[in-house]
């Protein structure tokens, strides 16, 4: 169907120029990171875990908190985390953070960025939250991580961090309880991406649907300024999915952003479909053929990050 399909052309900060010849990821790429197994006993459903944190159902309906918790998934994190690592040069943030003392990593999921972070800046104290406990255990001392649900009231005090780094979807919540634990002058920086996969120049096939637009980026602005944030900055950032691109940064992106979306496919859609009674054959002809046109060359598609 090609009601609806997204027409492309965002403006961001990275436009992207297709490369017409040959790449160093072949279009069959599927290898990924994996991770020590967890020994906490998680929900079950259609083959993967979930978080079995007790606040969990306070999430529910948001699909945020229905990511499986499993190797799999992780392994689509830590990839998606050396995407931006790569696309960043290296940087682990782009807020004016100096000295930082006092540093909160919230949704952080394996906890790659925390230990990365407490291994760089080894007189910080951070500390990195999540619904599951799925960070490993041998970590720099001065990194720890603790349960705990960020939609309700966060377990710290008033004006406790330097710089509050944060992935999960409900912003709304997050901002309010970002805002008053940062110390006065902190800051804080959060990354998500657009659920709009699209391309620039119309080479999404007419019958590949790319998705309804469900943006939070749209919103995050005026909901930061309505609990008292000042000074925003806001980069759109166009992620290619796959080696397409010339510029050999973008291509090197986009093939660990095919990577982590064939890695991640499935654990972001089964829930969802599963709610609509969609059955497991039906979902893994859909994964199948979404992998299929990721892994298409000719169709240049990002999103937006
Ligand atoms: C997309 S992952 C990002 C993980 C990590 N920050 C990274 O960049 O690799 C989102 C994480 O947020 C966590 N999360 C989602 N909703 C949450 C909530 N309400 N409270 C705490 N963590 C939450 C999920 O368990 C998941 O690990």
Redesign the pocket.
């Known amino acids: 169907m090609s009601q609806g399909l997204p027409t492309g052309g965002y403006e961001s900060i990275n436009p992207i120029t297709v490369d017409d010849g040959d790449s160093f990821l072949g279009s069959d790429t599927t290898s990924t990171t994996s991770l020590s197994p967890s020994v906490i006993n998680y929900r079950e459903h259609h083959g993967r875990t979930y ?1 079995n944190y007790k606040d ?1 159902e ?2 529910a309906p ?1 699909p ?2 229905r ?1 499986p ?1 499993d190797e799999k998934q992780q392994g689509s ?2 990839i ?2 050396q995407m ?1 690592l790569i696309y960043d040069k290296g940087n682990l943030f782009q807020a004016p953070v100096e000295n930082p003392q006092c540093v909160l ?9 925390a230990v990365d972070f407490a291994s760089r800046f080894q007189s910080a104290s951070v500390t990195g ?4 406990p ?1 960070q490993p255990e041998w970590v720099p001392p001065n990194c720890s991580f603790e349960l ?5 009231k966060w377990n710290f005090p008033d004006n406790e961090f330097d710089f509050v ?6 912003w709304k919540e997050f901002y309010g309880e970002a805002y008053r634990c940062l110390k006065p002058g902190g800051w804080i920086e959060h ?1 998500d991406a657009s659920a709009t996969v699209t391309s620039d120049d119309s080479s999404i096939p007419p019958d590949c649907k790319t998705g309804k637009t469900f943006n939070p980026i749209i919103s995050n602005k005026a909901w930061m300024e309505a609990v008292g944030f000042t000074e925003l900055q806001i980069q759109k950032r166009k992620m290619p999915i796959g080696n397409w691109p010339k510029d050999e940064l973008m291509k090197e992106v986009g093939g660990y952003n095919l990577l982590g979306c064939e890695e991640g496919l499935e654990g972001y859609g089964q829930w969802i479909m599963s709610q609509q009674s969609w059955t497991d054959e039906k979902m893994q002809v859909v994964f199948s053929k979404t992998r299929e046109a990721m892994r298409d060359r000719k169709i240049h598609t990002y999103y937006l990050w």
Request: proline share 0%; charged share 20%; glycine share 10%.
């Open positions: 978080s969990v306070d999430c948001k945020s908190s990511q918790n994190l830590d998606m985390h931006m990593d919230v949704g952080t999921g394996t906890g790659i960025w939250t999540d619904l599951s799925i705990d649900n960020a939609n309700l780094h944060g992935s999960i979807t409900d990354i």
